[in-house]
């Protein structure tokens, strides 16, 4: 990768034992922590920044801002945590790892911000704690790796790998929320909802305002500006507001509906406008994806990867995860079932079932797995399992929320399968995510869930930028979800009127078109007939294996077919 962290609870003997100093651009070494950083764009305001003295030393990686406009959010974060203690990380804001090392404090650290939105991976397996953003190099210090069984059945079946587990036993990821010491684990509270009447809280005001501090924040950023833009209402917001946006890009070819639109937004808000065709490189795993799967996540995300050489900004903004945080993706909407459609009626469920909900979420197929069962000799019922490991992962995560309706919520954002995205462009880009504004979190975690609502969000759109409907995405021309469903299901089920188009190319198409099951699959003919993404899933996981070839022999007898093969 482009970008990296990596360190060890130790010093740096124990440090080069590992990795070479000379892999880095700055190695820190404290009385507790070395730790060494790769970053062509460390010390820019607003992103990675490290901050020495005598006695200890602050290392910020990632997007990070500081009250008052301190240009060095690393030196502002060790002043305050002097005085504040961890406290001071409630007032650090953005998408981040933090590594503090003091000799005042028998406290060293390394803390991801409140949503873990930068993984952390960790291992003790060879005696000494070592730890960094790159699983594949976290994982390359293990002595004797073994294949984690649960971890890899959770990804293949689901396309996440729920929790903290990781591919590999031993390996493990940081907990949402939370800090890594030298032989523990640490818990925050700072993403732990308590929702507030509304005569307290004015929703809809306090979100635009929110907004424009969080963009405004952010519009400072160097260099060339792009933005990833969807014909979706996340993405314009930041366009709507961000002044000297130079270049916006979006996949699709160039008549389909969710290109027009965004075309449209572009020539808006006067904003140059390119559109990649959906070739072999939307779709394609290679070398230029699976790092960023790390082991756990669809690299399938990443729609923009195989265009990386074509756009040519400094800056890159996008709308990821604000469905989440202020539409309220992950809660459990009452519905009716319509023929092979559940329509929205309005509402939250009462009394949500977890699984139900997060098996819907995640796009689980039961017969998709049924079908992977049936072709590998994993030897599990996939039901019943994933059933219990969203279980365990949703009971994990419960004491955060006050109701079952944010657990809901805290699960999913804990456990988002889209990050790859994110990782990928802030490797390449100094990368804005605008949904980690610790405002914009602070409103979500406030917000009574039955108003975290798109209705909600595009009010406070239009307080913010009255004019940002005027061109409405193509599946939704109504302000109202059921409206927007309802047209949708007259469309597929009306002969003669067309269908609203999908946003993504359809994969089975690309998969057949690019000859995939020969080039990707070729010495695995039994798993040809999967669908499209449950093989993707395969090549993410035995390409990114490729780290350690014991690995990847382990994986072998798992992949083979039963014997007999059940059709």
């Known amino acids: 990768m482009n970008r990296e962290l990596f360190g060890v609870f130790g010093g740096i003997d124990a440090f080069e034992r590992f990795r070479s100093s000379e892999d880095f651009d700055e190695v820190l070494t404290g009385s507790t922590v ?36 301190e240009p060095n959010t690393a030196r502002w974060l060790l002043e ?18 933090a590594v ?135 993405s314009r917001i930041v366009l709507s507001q961000v002044n000297n ?49 790390q082991g756990i996540k669809e690299s399938l995300h990443i729609h923009h990867a195989g265009y990386t050489d074509e756009i040519g900004v400094d800056t890159m903004y996008h709308g990821l995860l604000c469905d989440t945080f202020f539409r309220g993706h992950f809660t459990a909407s009452k ?32 017969d998709a797995s049924l079908q992977l069962a049936d072709r590998t000799s994993f030897d599990v019922d996939p039901d019943a399992f994933v059933r219990a490991a969203i279980a365990d992962e949703f009971d994990s995560k419960r004491w955060r929320a006050d109701q079952v309706q944010n657990a809901l919520s805290c699960c999913g954002i804990a456990n988002q399968p889209s990050i790859p995205f994110h990782n990928h462009l802030s490797d390449h880009f100094v990368t804005s995510f605008l949904a980690t504004d610790r405002e ?12 975290r609502t798109t209705e909600t969000f595009l009010r406070a759109c239009e307080q913010v930028d009255d004019d940002i409907l005027r061109h409405r995405p193509p599946d939704r021309p109504y302000d109202a979800t059921l409206l927007n469903e309802v047209e949708g299901f007259l469309r597929r089920k009306t002969p003669f009127l067309s269908s609203f188009e999908p946003p993504w190319p359809d994969r089975k198409t690309l998969f057949e078109r690019h000859d995939f099951d020969r080039r990707l699959l070729g010495d ?38 039963p014997d007999p093969l059940v059709a």
């Open 335 to 366: 519905t009716v079932d319509v023929l092979d459609k559940r329509i929205p009626t309005g509402g939250l469920e009462s009394d949500p079932d977890p699984v139900e909900v997060f098996l819907e979420k995640f796009g689980y197929s039961r």
């Open 524 to 561: 695995l003919e039994h798993v040809h007939g999967l669908p499209a993404r449950h093989k993707l899933r395969l090549t993410d996981l035995r390409g990114w294996l490729e780290c350690r070839s014991e690995l990847q022999e382990q994986l072998v007898p798992w992949l083979r077919p």
């Open 100 to 234: 503090i090392d003091t000799e005042a404090s028998d406290e060293a650290f390394v803390a991801t911000d409140p949503i873990r939105s930068r993984e952390c991976f960790y291992t003790d397996e060879s005696g000494t704690r070592v730890f960094g953003t790159d699983s594949a190099e976290v994982a390359r210090t293990m002595t004797d790796p073994t294949l984690h069984r649960n971890g890899i059945l959770e990804y293949l079946h689901l396309g996440v790998t729920l929790g903290e587990k990781t591919a590999v036993t031993g390996l493990h990821r940081l907990p949402i929320d939370s800090r890594l010491e030298p032989a523990s684990v640490d818990s925050f509270e700072r993403f732990v909802y308590d929702p507030q009447s509304s005569s307290e809280f004015d929703v809809v005001a306090e979100l635009a305002d929110r907004l424009e501090r969080a963009i405004k924040r952010r519009s400072s950023l160097p260099g060339q500006k792009g933005i990833l833009l969807s014909a979706g209402y996340d």
């Open 245 to 293: 946006i130079d270049c916006s890009y979006t996949v699709g070819s160039l008549d389909a509906q969710e290109v027009r639109a965004a075309r449209s937004l572009a020539a808006q808000y006067g904003t140059s406008h390119t559109a990649f065709p959906p070739d072999e490189r939307y779709l394609l795993p290679d070398e230029s994806k699976i790092p960023y799967s």
């Open 440 to 451: 914009l979190i602070d409103w979500h975690l406030r917000t009574p869930p039955e108003l």
């Open 34 to 69: 070395t730790v060494g950083i790769r970053d062509s764009d460390l010390g820019t305001p607003g992103w990675s920044a490290t901050y020495t003295r005598d006695d200890g030393y602050c290392l910020i990686w990632g997007e990070a801002y500081v009250p008052d406009d």
């Open 80 to 97: 305050h945590y002097e005085s504040e203690g961890v406290d001071a990380l409630e007032r650090l804001n953005g998408s981040y790892l």
